[in-house]
């Protein structure tokens, strides 16, 4: 077992086994963009889905929400996005590139990769300034005053703005929480390592609004919870971090930030973000709009503004961090083995069906296997090249179990049951079959790499 992980090796993985793909690949690509394959479709979605998980089934103080990603632009400008939203920026004269003026020491010269921007005397920058991050585009068919909107750099807002709908819909009173998963879009001037900072992303996004003395209470409360979530998960606890952010790191808005951190290849990077954002949002949105946005207790006839405590997380960081948590490679019997050990409400495929040979009724009696399982699970049927090839490729798609019908099952009616991560096989009985995997799938489960660190 190795835990040399490189991002090289996670992005030929994530080709290979049809997860990410470089977008417009046929045209050359456009810079950090991508396409999620098969196993990465099936992979994301259950990321989310257990996100979801545990912000509905889980809670009754929560409820979901898909706001529009245009939005007014007045939300924009009540945010504080249109003004403030901004990196600074240089341009170097010589090589055409534009560089993030607070990241020159960590970036690469156009001409000279081994020095950064500004380092050589053919480097001539420009002085910053500053860059706003957010997509415009225009609504209507002319291009015209009044016509500009924007594509939405957060989710949040369509959050804030929703407030007083969802607040007469759903019965709730604070504390309580909207949550909402969605694409966002920033033109970042220096995306890069794979999907970990693209200009277009989807994010997990709640907002929890509470009694304003309340707030730190629940701010604590979110950060255990959050930190959880991805230990439940099978992130190793070695691998995660709570940082908290320093006072001149602080946004505006907020009394209190936390990012819950894991160790990539490229060292300790942000997953989620944990924020007290206080009344900001909803008092901005009341000036700027004219309606209140507040919370009236007719119990004891108290009029305030919630406070809101954010817990705000990347999909796409957070699919790339279970991709390099579950990454391994293994020697066994003399031969290179490259697996994923995700955990099972993860991995995209659960069960994977191979007959050993495409004869004698094997492929038959395979599909009926298939056939039983795929209505309780997401099931693979899988007939091409060796069963040992077959085998890998599972491994590499992180699938927990393989399904392997011989000789023995056309007599018997049992097949062989392989552990993705013990590489144990049994003997078990074909009707046995549903019931079994779907118990072990819902086991308690904790990362194998944990047992050897």
Same mark, same amino acid.
């Given at each position: 077992?190795?835990?040399t992980v490189t991002?090289d090796k996670?992005?030929?993985?994530s080709k290979?086994r049809?997860f990410i793909?470089?977008s417009?690949e046929?045209?050359?690509g456009?810079?950090?963009t991508?396409d999620?394959g098969h196993?990465g479709?099936l992979?994301?979605?259950n990321?989310?889905?257990?996100w979801?998980?545990?912000?509905?089934?889980?809670?009754d103080?929560i409820v979901?929400l898909d706001s529009?990603?245009l939005?007014?632009?007045?939300v924009?400008e009540?945010?504080?996005?249109?003004a403030g939203?901004?990196?600074?920026?240089?341009?170097?004269?010589?090589?055409?590139?534009?560089?993030?003026?607070?990241?020159?020491?960590d970036?690469?010269c156009?001409?000279?990769p081994?020095?950064?921007?500004?380092?050589?005397?053919?480097?001539?920058?420009?002085?910053a300034r500053?860059?706003?991050l957010m997509?415009?585009?225009?609504?209507?068919?002319?291009?015209?005053?009044?016509s500009?909107?924007?594509?939405?750099?957060?989710?949040?807002?369509?959050?804030?703005?929703?407030f007083?709908?969802v607040?007469?819909?759903?019965?709730k009173k604070?504390?309580?929480?909207i949550?909402q998963?969605g694409k966002?879009?920033?033109n970042?001037?220096t995306?890069g390592n794979f999907?970990f900072r693209?200009?277009e992303?989807?994010?997990?996004?709640m907002?929890?609004?509470v009694p304003?003395?309340?707030a730190?209470?629940?701010?604590a409360?979110?950060?255990a919870?959050?930190?959880?979530?991805?230990?439940?998960?099978?992130?190793?606890?070695?691998?995660?971090?709570?940082?908290?952010?320093a006072?001149?790191?602080l946004s505006?808005?907020?009394s209190?930030?936390?990012?819950?951190e894991?160790?990539f290849p490229?060292?300790w990077?942000e997953?989620?973000?944990i924020a007290?954002?206080?009344?900001f949002?909803?008092?901005q949105?009341?000036?700027y709009s004219?309606?209140?946005?507040?919370?009236f207790d007719?119990?004891?006839?108290?009029?305030?503004v919630?406070?809101?405590?954010e817990?705000?997380?990347g999909?796409?960081?957070a699919t790339l961090?279970?991709l390099?948590?579950a990454?391994?490679?293994e !020697?066994?019997?003399g031969e290179q083995?490259t697996v994923?050990k +995700?955990h099972? &409400? $993860? #991995?995209?495929v659960?069960?994977?069906?191979l007959p050993l040979v495409r004869k004698?009724?094997?492929?038959e009696?395979a599909r009926?296997v298939?056939a039983?399982l795929?209505?309780?699970?997401?099931?693979?049927?899988?007939e091409g090249?060796?069963?040992?090839?077959?085998?890998r490729?599972?491994?590499?798609i992180g699938?927990?179990?393989c399904v392997t019908?011989d000789?023995q099952?056309?007599?018997?009616?049992?097949v062989t049951v392989?552990d993705r991560?013990?590489?144990?096989? !049994?003997?078990?009985?074909i009707?046995?079959?549903?019931?079994? +995997?779907?118990e &072990? $799938? #819902?086991?308690?489960?904790?990362s194998p790499?944990l047992a050897?660190?």
């Amino acid at each position: 077992m190795t835990d040399t992980v490189t991002m090289d090796k996670i992005v030929a993985l994530s080709k290979r086994r049809g997860f990410i793909f470089p977008s417009s690949e046929i045209y050359g690509g456009l810079g950090s963009t991508y396409d999620y394959g098969h196993y990465g479709v099936l992979l994301k979605t259950n990321v989310k889905n257990e996100w979801w998980r545990s912000m509905l089934q889980e809670r009754d103080d929560i409820v979901a929400l898909d706001s529009a990603i245009l939005q007014h632009p007045r939300v924009w400008e009540a945010s504080g996005h249109l003004a403030g939203f901004t990196d600074p920026l240089v341009d170097c004269r010589t090589c055409g590139q534009r560089f993030r003026a607070d990241h020159l020491d960590d970036l690469s010269c156009g001409r000279k990769p081994s020095k950064h921007p500004g380092e050589t005397p053919e480097c001539d920058l420009t002085p910053a300034r500053d860059f706003n991050l957010m997509f415009e585009t225009t609504v209507g068919p002319v291009k015209e005053s009044g016509s500009t909107a924007y594509l939405r750099p957060e989710t949040a807002q369509g959050i804030f703005i929703n407030f007083k709908n969802v607040l007469q819909f759903s019965r709730k009173k604070p504390p309580f929480g909207i949550a909402q998963i969605g694409k966002s879009f920033r033109n970042e001037i220096t995306p890069g390592n794979f999907i970990f900072r693209t200009r277009e992303f989807e994010q997990m996004e709640m907002e929890y609004f509470v009694p304003p003395a309340e707030a730190a209470k629940w701010f604590a409360h979110w950060l255990a919870e959050r930190e959880r979530w991805y230990i439940d998960l099978g992130i190793r606890p070695d691998h995660l971090r709570m940082r908290v952010h320093a006072d001149d790191e602080l946004s505006h808005y907020s009394s209190a930030t936390s990012d819950v951190e894991y160790l990539f290849p490229i060292g300790w990077s942000e997953l989620e973000g944990i924020a007290n954002r206080g009344a900001f949002d909803l008092t901005q949105h009341t000036e700027y709009s004219g309606e209140k946005l507040e919370y009236f207790d007719q119990a004891t006839g108290e009029r305030y503004v919630p406070h809101v405590i954010e817990p705000a997380a990347g999909a796409d960081r957070a699919t790339l961090a279970f991709l390099v948590d579950a990454y391994d490679e293994e !020697e066994i019997d003399g031969e290179q083995r490259t697996v994923l050990k +995700l955990h099972p &409400r $993860l #991995a995209p495929v659960k069960v994977a069906v191979l007959p050993l040979v495409r004869k004698d009724g094997q492929p038959e009696l395979a599909r009926e296997v298939y056939a039983a399982l795929r209505g309780r699970m997401q099931t693979e049927y899988d007939e091409g090249g060796s069963i040992g090839r077959r085998y890998r490729r599972q491994d590499e798609i992180g699938t927990p179990y393989c399904v392997t019908i011989d000789h023995q099952s056309l007599e018997d009616r049992t097949v062989t049951v392989r552990d993705r991560d013990s590489l144990a096989q !049994e003997r078990v009985a074909i009707d046995d079959l549903p019931a079994l +995997l779907s118990e &072990r $799938l #819902a086991a308690p489960w904790q990362s194998p790499k944990l047992a050897v660190a």
